[in-house]
């Protein structure tokens, strides 16, 4: 099975599951979604796939969220639009395979996708 990987490399929990990921023998196709981030459309589906809804994905410690969402009653496509525009914001890291995808917090719940 082929996997997809949302990853911050600056990060310590993204660094720390990729490396469990990488010691069960998976080596997933890194999305550096700082650099690259995710369509619209992409990160819809993403958000499909964890059957979570767009708030549950948003980095709420994050300054940007603090200084321009916090408080704010956006709907779902507005949430959305704001990670795509602030690829910071998504919360990381996730893991995703061709009809699922799990956040990699903790490291563990990729298991859910990999066993």
């Given at each position: 099975m082929?996997?997809k990987?949302?990853?911050n490399?600056?990060c310590?929990?993204s660094?720390?599951?990729?490396?469990?990921?990488?010691?069960?023998?998976?080596?997933?196709?890194?999305?550096?979604?700082?650099?690259?981030p995710?369509?619209f459309?992409?990160?819809?589906?993403?958000?499909?796939?964890l059957?979570?809804?767009?708030?549950?994905?948003?980095?709420?410690?994050e300054?940007?969220?603090?200084?321009?969402?916090?408080?704010?009653?956006?709907?779902d496509k507005?949430?959305?639009?704001?990670m795509?525009?602030?690829?910071?914001?998504?919360?990381?890291?996730?893991?995703?395979s061709?009809?699922r995808a799990v956040?990699?917090?903790?490291?563990?719940?990729?298991?859910?996708?990999?066993?």
């Open positions: 082929q996997f990987y949302y990853h490399p600056r310590g929990k660094r720390q599951c990729l490396a469990f990921l990488q010691e069960k023998g998976i080596e997933p196709e890194l999305i550096l979604y700082l650099k690259n995710p369509s459309e992409e990160l819809s589906e993403v958000i499909d796939k059957g979570i809804n767009p708030l549950d994905l948003i980095r709420k410690k300054s940007i969220f603090k200084e321009n969402f916090k408080g704010k009653d956006l709907s507005e949430w959305i639009k704001a795509v525009d602030h690829p910071k914001l998504i919360e990381r890291p996730i893991l995703i061709e009809n956040i990699g917090r903790p490291k563990e719940n990729v298991l859910q996708l990999i066993d």
